[in-house]
């Protein structure tokens, strides 16, 4: 409603420039907020995919090896270090080879008469470079001698 003098009276309605730029600012931090989240979001989903494919290629060796006769020479300890050597890593370890894709090193140890007589412990790591430190996957599986 307007006055004699052709100003707007008091009780008017709407909203002022500053309130505008507060929810502007508001909506902002939110979105700026949702972004860190989605960023959070990808670098996780990333170091998942990484121990997943570490961990199918540590499951495809270790089935490669648990598959072969007990007295193979892959399943020998080539250095003869025993349960020392379980977790040696180029030059150390009694086996190795590169995934395909390059990414990824496998290196296999192998202990006989380990826990116990008539067994062998094989010992499967897989290393990775990621930003700039090794990150590895181990499994470890004991291989009986069955007559």
Same mark, same amino acid.
Request: hydrophobic letters at 35%.
């Given at each position: 409603?307007?006055?004699?003098? @052709?100003?707007?009276? *008091?009780n008017? +309605?709407?909203? %002022? ?8 600012? !508001? $909506? ?16 996780? @989903?990333?170091?998942? *995919?990484?121990? +997943?494919?570490? %961990? ?8 490669? !090896? $648990? ?32 995934s395909?894709d ?46």
């Amino acid at each position: 409603m307007r006055c004699a003098d @052709n100003h707007l009276s *008091n009780n008017q +309605t709407g909203f %002022t420039l500053i309130e505008v730029l507060i929810a502007i600012c !508001v $909506l902002t931090i939110g979105i700026l907020s949702a972004n860190v989240m989605q960023i959070t979001a990808i670098s996780g @989903n990333s170091t998942a *995919n990484r121990i +997943t494919e570490s %961990t199918s290629w540590a499951s495809d060796r270790v089935e490669s !090896v $648990l598959g072969l006769d007990y007295n193979d020479s892959a399943l020998n300890d080539g250095d003869g270090d025993g349960d020392a050597g379980l977790t040696d890593t180029v030059p150390g370890a009694d086996g190795n080879l590169t995934s395909p894709d390059g990414n990824y090193a496998i290196y296999w140890n192998v202990s006989v008469d380990s826990p116990f007589i008539g067994v062998k412990t094989i010992n499967v790591i897989i290393t990775t470079q990621e930003k700039g430190t090794t990150k590895s996957v181990t499994m470890t599986y004991i291989k009986a001698d069955s007559v």
